[in-house]
């Protein structure tokens, strides 16, 4: 069942996440997390579940696909231009 909670951004942009909350999601001290912005909504999540995320994305790539590679083409690309 979903937990839905009202928070009030407090002093110095401070967001409290509430007890209730926290307990479901297993959140505790010192849990680092990331904030993001989606389609003007505010998405918080843990900084393990985006590195998860990206090494999933990541892993679908043929393995003859270098992003290195691929990035420096673009840069140099950018160079010419300039």
């Known amino acids: ?3 839905m909670a009202s928070v009030r951004l407090g002093r110095q ?7 209730d909350l926290r307990r479901k ?3 505790n001290d010192g849990d680092e997390l990331v904030a993001r912005d989606e389609d003007g909504r505010l998405v918080i999540e843990r ?11 990541l892993q679908a790539l043929p393995a003859e696909v270098s992003l290195v590679d691929d ?12």
Do not use: C, F
């Not at 990035?71 to 300039?82: G, H, M, N, S, V």
């Open 1 to 3: 069942m979903a937990i």
């Open 13 to 19: 942009g401070r967001l409290v996440i509430p007890a």
């Open 25 to 27: 999601l297993g959140l």
């Open 47 to 57: 900084r393990s579940a985006v590195l998860t995320r990206i090494r999933r994305r």
């Open 71 to 82: 990035l420096l083409a673009e840069r140099r690309r950018e160079a010419q231009r300039e």
